[in-house]
Structure formats: structure tokens, C-alpha cells
């Protein structure tokens, strides 16, 4: 089945404490993005890919960082997670060409106390 | 730049009754449009898009959108409301090809609620 995997789907952690949530796609898209989705804000992106070992800011992208190693994974990093990055966070993927649209994964919640 | 704004944070309907929630966009370029919806505790997903091809588009489920340029609108339909429509709704807008820091555009969400 094609789809975007996220892990964990739930996360609560301290300030300050590194983290990392784990993104895997399997239909070989070039194209990835990290998005975060705040009450009344919608979705906003982070970061994203065009293709392995290319990545670029988003609107939002202080506080977290990326990597692009391999095509099928985009982990999303935090390394000094503040209560303010308490969201829901989603990976997308997509062929590169918007017009053919985005597949989401199911989310991870993090809360950050 | 593009932007996109969703007219209803909240739009109520009763079963069996049409849905139309409403979708403003802006931009420089032929943009493409999407609405994905999510439902609780799920992630996104594509229920159509519009990418300059035919004005209306059907997608899943009985929602159709229009594509209207005088207007820069691209409302979502459903002629009869069922009680699993009940989710957020997006409105997203995108400029030509390439994903980027200007992808994709979401507007900000409608909640859709369907009365009994």
C-alpha cells in the first residue's frame, strides 16, 4: 500500500531534550515537507526536500532541522524542543510537480512540558 | 506570492442538505487547487484538485469544486450531507510546478458539522 509513515503518533517530552520523528514514504517520491498544524493557523511548512541530500526552509523553520540521506526518509529533528513546539506535526510526499498533489501520513502529536 | 482564505471557520448543515464551504485564493501565477480533508485524529487526505484542465472537478466521496478565475473562488459542493463528512476542511493553493517554501498554501480550515 502506498503510503507516508510517521513515528511516533504520540510524544510527550521535557524541554530541552532532544528528539527525533521519523518519516518513511514508499512510492519513491522526490519530493518530501514537514508541516506543522496549530488551531486556527492551519498548516504551515517547516521544511522540505526536492531530492536526496537537498533541503530548504519553510515559513516556519527555526528550532528544527532535517536531513535527507536516503530518498524514502525524511526525519524531522528537534534538538532543544521548547513548549512552543507543542503541535501536531505532519510528512508529505509527492512526485515533484505540486499539480499531482501530496500524500500526508497520519500525524505525530508532540507535547512538550 | 499566494495565499488562500477559507470564508467559514464553521459551517453546520443537516443531513441530507447541500454543504458548500467557500474558498478565496490569490495568485500571481495559474495556480493549482486542492481541498483535502481531515477527520479526527487522521491525516490529510486529497478529495480533488484542479490543475487548468476542465473548470469543474469531482472528487471523492459526491464533492465537486468550481474553478472560477473572475472570482478567484474555488468553492467545495456536496449536493446531499452525510454524517461521515463531519471533519476539517482545507483549501490549498499552489503555483505551478515544483514543490518549494511556496508549494503548497493552506488556508486555515472549515469545520464541518452535520446535524442529525
Known amino acids: 500500500e502506498a503510503q507516508v509513515t510517521q513515528n511516533p503518533r504520540y510524544l510527550i517530552t521535557v524541554t530541552g531534550k532532544k528528539l527525533t520523528v521519523t518519516c518513511s514514504q514508499n512510492?519513491?517520491?522526490?519530493?518530501m515537507s514537514w508541516y506543522r498544524q496549530d488551531p486556527g493557523l492551519g498548516l504551515r511548512q517547516i521544511y522540505y526536500?526536492?531530492?536526496?541530500?537537498?533541503?530548504d526552509k519553510g515559513d516556519v523553520p527555526e528550532g528544527y532541522k532535517v536531513s535527507r540521506k536516503e530518498k524514502r526518509n525524511f526525519p524531522l529533528i528537534l534538538e532543544s524542543p521548547s513548549p512552543n513546539q507543542t503541535s501536531l506535526y505532519f510528512c508529505?510526499?509527492?512526485?515533484?510537480?505540486?499539480?499531482?498533489?501530496?500524500?500526508f501520513g497520519s500525524g505525530t502529536r508532540l507535547t512538550v512540558v | 506570492a499566494q495565499s488562500v482564505t477559507q470564508l467559514d471557520s464553521h459551517v453546520s448543515v443537516s443531513e441530507g442538505t447541500p454543504v458548500l464551504l467557500r474558498c478565496n485564493y490569490s495568485?500571481?501565477?495559474?495556480?493549482?487547487l486542492f481541498w483535502y480533508v481531515q477527520h479526527p485524529n487522521k491525516g490529510l487526505q486529497l478529495l480533488l484538485k484542479?490543475?487548468?484542465?476542465?473548470?469543474l472537478v469531482k472528487g471523492i466521496n459526491g464533492f465537486e469544486a468550481e474553478f472560477k478565475k473572475s472570482e478567484t473562488s474555488f468553492h467545495l459542493t456536496k449536493p446531499s450531507a452525510h454524517m461521515s463528512d463531519a471533519a476539517e476542511y482545507f483549501c490549498?493553493?499552489?503555483?505551478?510546478?515544483?514543490?518549494?517554501?511556496?508549494?503548497?498554501?493552506f488556508g486555515k480550515g472549515t469545520h464541518l458539522i452535520i446535524q442529525p
Open positions: 508529505a510526499s509527492s512526485w515533484t510537480g505540486t499539480a499531482y498533489g501530496y500524500t
Open positions: 512510492m519513491n517520491h522526490e519530493y
Open positions: 526536500s526536492m531530492n536526496v541530500e537537498v533541503t
Open positions: 495568485s500571481s501565477y495559474s495556480p493549482s
Open positions: 484542479y490543475t487548468s484542465a476542465a473548470t
Open positions: 490549498v493553493v499552489s503555483e505551478g510546478e515544483g514543490g518549494g517554501a511556496d508549494g503548497l498554501t
